[in-house]
């Protein structure tokens, strides 16, 4: 039972980055996925949430606009589309699920990825 992250990197303010995140071994109660990060020396944040079953979502103000979440249900993925990335955006990136409702508090997730890292540089 795992979730693994992928697709991290540096790149320059206003550039994009796609991050993706494998679920393996999850059963269909996991129903609720989201995404994470965490900055040196901050608490672990939600960035977006999606439900599994029916893709409904949750974005934090921080990213409306400029980020999206998405699922592939067939490939047991999920995705995070970040574009005008900026240096405050710069943070580790965590995939995590759950079984029922989004909630927003990291404190709810029980199954977590190794993170991947986004840095980005002015």
């Known amino acids: 039972v795992q979730v693994v992250e992928s697709g991290g990197g540096s790149v320059q303010a206003g550039e994009s980055l796609r991050l993706s995140c494998t679920r393996s071994?999850?059963?269909?109660?996991?129903?609720?996925m989201g995404w994470f990060r965490q900055a040196p020396g901050k608490e672990r944040e939600v960035v977006a949430t999606i439900a599994w079953s029916d893709g409904q979502t949750y974005y934090e103000d921080f990213v409306k606009g400029r980020f999206t979440i998405s699922k592939d249900n067939t490939k047991n993925s999920l995705y995070l589309q970040m574009t005008s990335l900026s240096p405050e955006d710069t943070a580790m990136y965590y995939c995590?699920?759950?079984?029922?409702?989004?909630?927003?508090?990291?404190?709810?997730?029980?199954?977590w990825g190794q993170g991947t890292q986004v840095t980005v540089s002015s």
């Open positions: 995590a699920a759950r079984a029922g409702t989004c909630y927003l508090a990291p404190s709810w997730y029980v199954i």
């Open positions: 071994g999850l059963d269909r109660h996991f129903t609720a």
